[in-house]
């Protein structure tokens, strides 16, 4: 892969622990990180062997590309860290695991998941509207499976709880071509300005 302007060289994919009902999931999770993996990006996730995360981490070795896992000692002993990573950090709490897998990010896609996979994209969020860091934040609406929150986000920003500007930093995306079409072309915001575009 050629060099890009935005630099992105690590993208987080958080996704669920558990496979969903779906095959289309699953299958999902095996082509986005061959995709990943084809543009010259590395993974960073969650460092777990269940579900799509699990099917994540397969395909990208399967692949040939480099990820990287971050865990808590605790979900290792329950998730069982995936033996096959290039790299596996085992840390204390689950703040040290998100904080350092923002570390070690430039981006975010996110597959479908339950609240630990709401709960991370929407701090990214948060950090992105604060002006902590500026990354492309890629909701991949599977199957619609995201449909009813893009909803919300907009009911929030009608509502007045949420600017404008942020609900536009939640990409919501139904390909994963048109998502990895977001990570090359996306254009990192000053983030000194984070507190004028609140009023957006």
Same mark, same amino acid.
């Given at each position: 892969m050629s060099q890009l302007s935005n630099n992105i060289k690590n993208i987080c994919v958080f996704a669920g %622990? %558990?496979? +969903? !009902?779906?095959? =289309?999931?699953?299958? %999902?999770?095996?082509?986005?990180?061959?995709?990943?993996?084809? !543009?010259?990006? !590395? =993974?960073?996730? +969650?460092? /777990?062997? @269940?579900?799509?995360?699990?099917?994540?981490?397969?395909?990208?070795?399967?692949?040939? /590309?480099?990820?990287? +896992?971050?865990?808590?000692?605790?979900?290792?002993? =329950?998730?069982? /860290?995936?033996?096959?990573? @290039?790299?596996?950090?085992?840390?204390?709490?689950?703040?040290?695991?998100?904080?350092?897998?923002a570390e070690k990010s430039d981006a975010i896609i996110c597959l479908p998941g339950g609240v630990g996979t709401w709960e991370e994209f929407f701090e990214s969020l948060t950090w992105n509207q604060l002006g902590i860091q500026s990354k492309p934040i890629v909701i991949l609406n599977i199957e619609n499976y995201y449909a009813t929150l893009k909803e919300f986000v907009n009911h929030a920003v009608t509502e007045g709880f949420l600017p404008n500007s942020t609900s536009k930093e939640l990409l919501f995306i139904d390909t994963i071509e048109e998502a990895m079409d977001e990570i090359k072309n996306f254009v990192p915001k000053d983030k000194s300005t984070w507190y004028k575009r609140l009023k957006d």
């Open positions: %622990s %558990s496979l +969903g !009902n779906r095959e =289309i999931y699953s299958e %999902s999770a095996k082509l986005l990180a061959k995709e990943i993996v084809s !543009n010259g990006y !590395n =993974i960073v996730f +969650g460092g /777990g062997s @269940n579900g799509l995360m699990g099917i994540l981490a397969d395909s990208a070795i399967e692949n040939q /590309g480099y990820i990287i +896992g971050v865990i808590t000692e605790r979900l290792d002993d =329950i998730e069982v /860290g995936h033996p096959g990573l @290039n790299e596996l950090v085992v840390v204390d709490t689950m703040h040290a695991r998100k904080k350092l897998m």
